[in-house]
């Protein structure tokens, strides 16, 4: 519909789009964008866009970025633009060390072959480039990190809730809000400080670096996750096990990115692969996700109609 859309990421809301259209989304570093002129920081939440090349993400990342005036906090800024280092050809005496699983973060969940199967082919393409590649069996199927996330999601959420109130001038209430996020709202609202502080630093222990699918499925048909259901915390739930690999790197604050690689012919729909870079790592994510660009190059392919 646009060339260039908006989107932001506060558990995957940038790179889930992304791999059920079949475009590039990136959650930058956190910091990395400011949240001027409405807020400081944000521990979860990140802007950013929705292209189809990654050469687009790169420049409009160098227009968005940088420090505001009044900003809490912010990422360091690039040696370099992002553009440049994104567009640099890749150096073949010094590879890349990356590792890669399909083990979901959430237990209980069941990874469809496709979304696995592009995985392990995406780290095989990556080798094939000349880059060291390694399965890695991550200790992160912590039952209590669903739950750990919601303890500080929920808090951000009544946050800005209540900021919207005093903009607004009177209270929130339920016809304000879908019943899933007037659901969380109300679940924050029964965290304490303690409690909500302990969470952040619960999450900050969480730190990891990767290859992943983007999705545990294929894109779900419409209303499967339901938002406005009469079982909002159920419809929570079930978007986790879709969506298991994107809210770690919200939690870490980390740099990540969903490419469109692949395509499965049985639902005619794409297959993201979900690459996560190192701390303020744009630029060699970048430049890493080009090189996956040129040797699957995706930005003319179409869904059909």
């Not at 990136?26 to 979860?44: H, M, N, T, V």
Request: net charge negative; glycine share 8%.
């Amino acid at each position: 519909m646009v060339p260039i859309a908006h989107a932001n990421d506060g558990g995957g809301s940038t790179r889930i789009p992304a791999a059920c259209c079949g475009l590039v989304g990136l959650k930058p570093q956190r910091g990395r964008i400011s949240l001027a002129p409405e807020a400081g920081e944000a521990y979860l939440v990140q802007d950013g866009v929705l292209t189809r090349t990654l050469a687009e993400t790169a420049q409009l990342l160098d227009i968005l970025s940088g420090h505001v005036l009044g900003d809490a906090s912010w990422a360091p800024p690039p040696a370099e633009p992002f553009a440049a280092q994104a567009a640099r050809e890749p150096d073949p005496t010094h590879p890349k060390r990356i590792a890669f699983t399909t083990l979901p973060p959430i237990p209980d969940v069941t990874v469809d072959p496709v979304c696995a199967k592009a995985a392990h082919d995406a780290a095989a393409l990556l080798e094939s480039l000349g880059h060291e590649v390694v399965e890695a069996d991550p200790p992160w199927q912590d039952a209590s990190l669903l739950e750990t996330f919601t303890a500080n999601f929920g808090p951000a959420l009544a946050t800005q809730m209540a900021f919207i109130g005093i903009v607004n001038g009177r209270e929130p209430t339920a016809e304000d809000m879908e019943p899933l996020s007037w659901a969380i709202y109300n679940l924050s609202r029964g965290i304490d400080s303690v409690q909500a502080s302990l969470a952040t630093f619960q999450l900050h222990a969480v730190a990891r670096a990767l290859i992943t699918p983007s999705l545990a499925e294929a894109p779900v048909v419409h209303d499967t996750i339901n938002p406005c259901s009469d079982q909002p915390m159920a419809d929570f739930t079930r978007s986790g096990h879709f969506t298991p690999y994107t809210a770690g790197q919200n939690i870490t604050g980390s740099p990540a990115i969903s490419l469109p690689l692949y395509h499965r012919e049985d639902l005619d729909l794409p297959v993201g692969v979900q690459i996560i870079g190192q701390p303020a790592g744009e630029g060699d994510l970048l430049a890493l996700a080009t090189q996956l660009e040129a040797a699957l190059p995706w930005h003319e392919r179409r869904a059909t109609i």
